[in-house]
T-cell receptor
Framework: DVKVTQSSRYLVKRTGEKVFLECVQD?????MFWYRQDPGLGLRLIYF???????EKGDIPEGYSVSREKKERFSLILESASTNQTSMYLC??????????????FGEGSRLTVL | GENVEQHPSTLSVQEGDSAVIKCTYS??????FPWYKQELGKRPQLIID?????GEKKDQRIAVTLNKTAKHFSLHITETQPEDSAVYFC???????????FGAGTRLFVKA
């Protein structure tokens, strides 16, 4: 089974703190993604990466950055956390499919609260 | 930019009835249309998907239809059961890259 592991299930941070969310996948997938899930808004794409050291902005990248130094690991960084970044963060990975997008395998999620 | 709209946001059905969830997408370059189910407190998981060279796909009680001309696709669940209660997300994948854009989700309640 594909396993996508997010290091922290629950975090509470203060406004202005730097926050790291870590994600590791064990299936040698080329593509990794960070989504944010909020009620009524679905899953919104923050950043994705299709190769080591490569990154692409999604639909809501403002206030976030990412790092992919190794194929299996994709980190989401909040340089200065704000209360409007309180949310559930979902990491996902997928293999490269001919013709583009393929099935996403999600982690359990990291629920971040910024006070 | 790319956008996926999903309706309804909430759907309540009696056990044994059918449920239909509809989505529209904006980018005609989309070629992959997955549906994910998220049970309470769990991760989203793929339940069925369709690619643009296919108009319909069925897997037991679940079916998906695609109308590329109208940019519509739909999920049909027949003979609903209480364990079908969950949030369902439609999504569209793009040939220009590997990203997938999601709809806002439909919360399905199946009443026993």
């Amino acid at each position: 089974d594909v396993k996508v592991t997010q290091s922290s299930r629950y975090l509470v941070k203060r406004t202005g703190e730097k926050v790291f969310l870590e994600c590791v996948q064990d299936m040698d997938h080329e593509n990794m993604f960070w989504y944010r899930q909020d009620p009524g808004l679905g899953l919104r794409l923050i950043y994705f990466s299709y190769d080591v050291k490569m990154k692409e902005k999604g639909d809501i990248p403002e206030g976030y950055s990412v790092s992919r130094e190794k194929k299996e690991r994709f980190s989401l960084i909040l340089e200065s956390a704000s209360t409007n970044q309180t949310s559930m963060y979902l990491c996902a990975s997928s293999p490269t499919m001919a013709g583009g997008a393929g099935e996403l395998f999600f982690g359990e999620g990291s629920r971040l609260t910024v006070l | 930019g790319e956008n996926v709209e999903q309706h309804p946001s909430t759907l309540s059905v009696q056990e044994g009835d059918s449920a239909v969830i509809k989505c529209t997408y904006s980018d005609s370059a989309s070629n992959y249309f997955p549906w994910y189910k998220q049970e309470l407190g769990k991760r989203p998981q793929l339940i069925i998907d369709i690619r643009s060279n296919v108009g319909e796909k069925k897997d037991q009680r679940i079916a998906v239809t695609l109308n590329k001309t109208a940019k519509h696709f739909s999920l049909h669940i027949t003979e609903t059961q209480p364990e079908d209660s969950a949030v369902y997300f439609c999504a569209a994948g793009y040939t220009g890259g590997f990203k997938t854009i999601f709809g806002a989700g439909t919360r399905l309640f199946v009443k026993a």
